[in-house]
């Protein structure tokens, strides 16, 4: 015998529909949300995610200018597993930014060569916009090459005589002002899609940055020649000697690094 449906039946299923898609909407919300916080998750925990993939996790490279003389990149790309090769610098004296001598030649022919390579700016900036100014140089003299290390500032003071010189040293800054410049830099780095470090001496680490006030997503590159680095914090890189030979390279020494790279295992 068939079932007669009635009104208060009826309002109740069409209840119990609603309920059902309020839920079901609910849930899709719910796994969108689950969904980035994973991808966000996977970025924060991989910072190395645009840089190349060496299948290792130390590798081994140099760091030459125009003070390096000529370079056979085709020799140097059997010696090291990445380079990084100076853009350009300020002058300590006038504050001018210059280019680099070889920065063209340098990148064209590691390029050509498929030696991995990231970029540095010695920087002499004594306030932000002079360090932003620094980044949108690099920026615009790379843009045509294949980068695939980090993009640098390199922050260290010109010596004469073994004293501190110059202007970044005469600006007396902060601590926090050092800090901020060195901030402003990466950030515009970041925002062109390249990754951002510094890079700085054990000392100049340990008493000129507020280490713990850089952004985050910045890679740590050290210079220090003792036999093992004595700044105490994070480091990505290790400029561990500034008389190492490479075969290619011109110059009587050339500096050579150690790169630690961040993998899950070892996470």
């Known amino acids: 015998m068939a079932t007669k449906t009635t009104k208060k ?29 994973h991808s966000a998750s996977s970025d924060n925990s991989n910072e190395e995610s645009n840089l190349i993939n060496l299948n290792k996790s130390v590798a081994y ?25 100076r853009v350009g610098y300020r002058t300590y004296d006038k504050g001018t930014v210059c280019l680099d001598k070889k920065a063209k030649s340098n990148l064209k022919s590691a390029n050509k060569n498929a030696v991995p390579i990231g970029v540095y700016f010695y920087s002499q900036a004594i306030n932000e916009e002079e360090a932003e100014e620094e980044a949108s140089f690099v920026l ?20 004469k005589n073994g004293k501190n010189v110059g202007r970044l040293s005469e600006a007396n800054l902060t601590k926090k002002e050092k800090t901020a410049l060195i901030n402003a830099f990466c950030k515009k780095v970041k925002n062109a899609g390249y990754t951002p470090a510094v890079y700085a001496s054990s000392y100049i680490f340990k008493s000129h940055i507020n280490v713990k006030k850089l952004d985050e997503d910045i890679m740590i590159w050290v210079a220090d020649y003792n036999d093992e ?24 020494y050339v500096d050579t690094n150690y790169w630690y790279i961040k993998t899950e295992e070892n996470n």
């Open 229 to 252: 680095v004595t700044y105490s914090g994070d480091y990505d890189f290790w400029q561990f000697s500034e008389k190492g030979k490479c075969k290619g390279v011109s110059s009587k």
């Open 140 to 159: 615009t003299e790379i843009k045509d090459y294949d980068i695939s290390l980090p993009v640098v500032i390199d922050f260290e003071y010109a010596t």
């Open 61 to 85: 490279g140099i760091d030459v200018s125009h003070h390096n003389g000529k370079i056979d990149w085709k020799k140097v790309k059997n010696e090291v597993d990445f380079a990084f090769i």
């Open 9 to 37: 039946a009826k309002t109740a299923n069409k209840q119990n529909t609603k309920k059902a898609a309020v839920v079901l909407i609910i849930v899709c919300i719910l796994s969108v949300l689950a969904i980035t916080i």
